[in-house]
């Protein structure tokens, strides 16, 4: 029980760490592509 527990936490802060992290990195992917959706539209006007 008391392995069962440790893990869980493991997972817990795990998630608690990365989470803020992964979704920077998804905000970064999403500016990245809504630069580049600029950059591509600023020549054809």
């Known amino acids: 029980m008391k392995t ?7 997972i817990y802060w795990s998630i608690m ?5 992964m979704s920077n990195d ?3 992917s ?3 592509t809504t630069n580049t959706k600029i950059v591509d539209e600023r020549p054809k006007s």
């Open 30 to 32: 999403r500016a990245k």
């Open 4 to 10: 069962i527990s440790i893990f869980i936490l493991l």
């Open 17 to 21: 760490i990365f989470a803020p992290v």
């Open 26 to 28: 998804v905000k970064m």
